[in-house]
């Protein structure tokens, strides 16, 4: 393995996991990507009985 083949695969698995698009928006400022814990806007609203599909913006 050479240098540029190591800068190659690291690059190349940085940019598949950078891809942090929104994917639920509840409003102006209420954006999450999917990933990891859901924000507290997106918990409160599923609580009163709304669904995330409601919010998808994609």
Known sequence: ???L???????SAWAAFS???CL?????YDTWSGRGRAP???VDL????RGREEFRAV
């Open 1 to 3: 393995m050479n240098l």
């Open 5 to 11: 083949f190591l800068i190659g695969l690291f690059l």
């Open 19 to 21: 891809d942090f698009s």
């Open 24 to 28: 639920l928006g509840g409003g102006a």
């Open 40 to 42: 507290k806007w997106l």
């Open 46 to 49: 599923e609580t009163q009985g």
